[in-house]
């Protein structure tokens, strides 16, 4: 019996061994197949998003008030028109033109700092100046409309918060605030979780800044008005200032790149971002052939704006509201080797001196205007230098990124503004 009972709870044993050898393997087929409907699911969750048209960003809740239709139709009429003021002047453009795009928000007194910069700088008639803005304000196109020292044109970022204040891109009233954190937003049962690497929310005005840019970027080079442009674009912004031989210097680094740096892709006029330096450094005539990219005076043609596009999941999806560093993202991990032309003495500098790095929150006017005004005054000897000084310069770059993009609305809006 003893030894029955025995056999008898072997075979239990076995039995159950075996049992539980069969639902583990159910176990594990489940979980695969749950995994790839998952990713089924999720892929046809990402793919409406990405293919959604522009409806799609701005349709969850309510109406906009009269005011920001009445905008939203003057930007489009503006935007479709692509008119060149001041053609009459000085002859349609072309490959020997600059182009010069600004991001405009709403600072006037930068503004006016800027272009009295221009109005000083040599070469300036040969220039296209694009003002793209993210607000629409009068007072602000009577300045640019009062610009008779080159051709000017203006254009509007469609998808603005002015447009759009209380849905997406905007600040939707169900959407989850800025400041919120995780545990709060569950509370207020808030709408789009999506938190950034930092667990953070999406912040609209810092989303606003990069996105402004990457359509700016995408419109300027699909302009029916360039089309056959196949020079260099410049890009600036509100709050900068430049010095009276930019365009000269900036013809003199075209020149270096031509014979000795086939594969640089972007020149800067200068080499970075908070340089109130003193004038001796401007007697520097050294040019840094590099591989970090410099974020103030940036220009690049159209043959790497597309290079730049096929890189786009780098930019969009890259959690970082800053648009600079989405950009170094892409020369990091999508254009191997990318080598860029820095300029040490800088011919552009930041007036604007915002307790956030992009314009929103306090800002100082004119903050560094007497500092720059100085080195304005005592540079003068060293402007248009004959020849610039090569010298190469190579770093790690950091992979470090600032976050406030996790929101996959975000992604979709970004990768949606990209030319085909
Ligand atoms: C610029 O040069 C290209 C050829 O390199 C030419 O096809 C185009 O018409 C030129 N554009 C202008 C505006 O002169
Ligand atoms: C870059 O990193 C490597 C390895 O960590 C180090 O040996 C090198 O000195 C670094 N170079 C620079 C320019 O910092």
Request: glycine content about 4%; overall charge positive.
């Amino acid at each position: 019996m003893g030894q029955h009972r025995f056999k008898g709870d072997k075979v239990t044993k076995r039995q159950i061994l075996r049992i539980i050898f069969v639902l583990f393997g159910i176990l594990v087929i489940l979980g695969a197949a749950s995994l790839v409907l998952f990713i089924t699911v999720f892929d046809a969750t990402e793919l409406d998003i990405l293919e959604g048209e522009d409806t799609f960003y701005h349709s969850p809740s309510g109406d906009s008030p009269a005011v920001t239709n009445e905008i939203e139709e003057k930007v489009s009429i503006i935007n479709s028109e692509e008119t060149i003021r001041n053609e009459e002047i000085f002859g349609k453009l072309n490959n020997y033109s600059t182009v010069i795009v600004i991001q405009v928000h709403k600072h006037v007194t930068h503004l006016q700092n800027l272009l009295k910069s221009f109005q000083d700088a040599d070469d300036i008639k040969d220039v296209l100046l694009i003002f793209s803005h993210d607000f629409f304000d009068e007072e602000l196109n009577r300045l640019i409309k009062s610009i008779k020292f080159c051709r000017v044109m203006q254009i509007f970022y469609p998808h603005s918060i002015q447009i759009y204040p209380n849905v997406f891109p905007g600040m939707d009233p169900d959407d989850c605030t800025p400041n919120m954190n995780e545990q709060e937003a569950l509370q207020k049962k808030c709408r789009n979780h999506y938190i950034d690497r930092t667990g953070k929310y999406r912040h609209p005005q810092l989303s606003q800044v990069k996105h402004h840019w990457w359509w700016k970027a995408n419109r300027v080079f699909d302009l029916a008005k360039l089309e056959t442009y196949d020079g260099w674009v410049l890009f600036l912004e509100e709050d900068n200032y430049v010095l009276k031989d930019f365009l000269y210097v900036l013809k003199l680094m075209k020149t270096a790149i031509k014979y000795s740096c086939r594969n640089c892709k972007v020149l800067a006029l200068s080499s970075n971002s908070n340089n109130e330096k003193s004038s001796h450094h401007m007697g520097n005539y050294k040019v840094a052939i590099t591989n970090r990219l410099s974020n103030l005076g940036m220009a690049f043609n159209r043959e790497l704006w597309i290079e730049i596009t096929k890189c786009k999941y780098s930019f969009c999806f890259y959690d970082d509201h800053n648009f600079d560093l989405s950009l170094r993202n892409v020369f990091r991990t999508c254009i191997p080797n990318a080598q860029h032309l820095v300029l040490y003495a800088s011919r552009v500098f930041r007036l604007g001196s915002c307790v956030s790095r992009y314009r929103i929150g306090k800002c100082g006017e004119n903050v560094n205007l007497a500092k720059v005004s100085k080195l304005v005054h005592d540079s003068t000897d060293y402007l248009f230098p004959e020849r610039l000084h090569l010298i190469s310069k190579q770093y790690n770059l950091s992979s470090r990124s600032y976050g406030r993009w996790g929101d996959p609305r975000d992604h979709a809006l970004c990768l949606g503004m990209t030319i085909k």
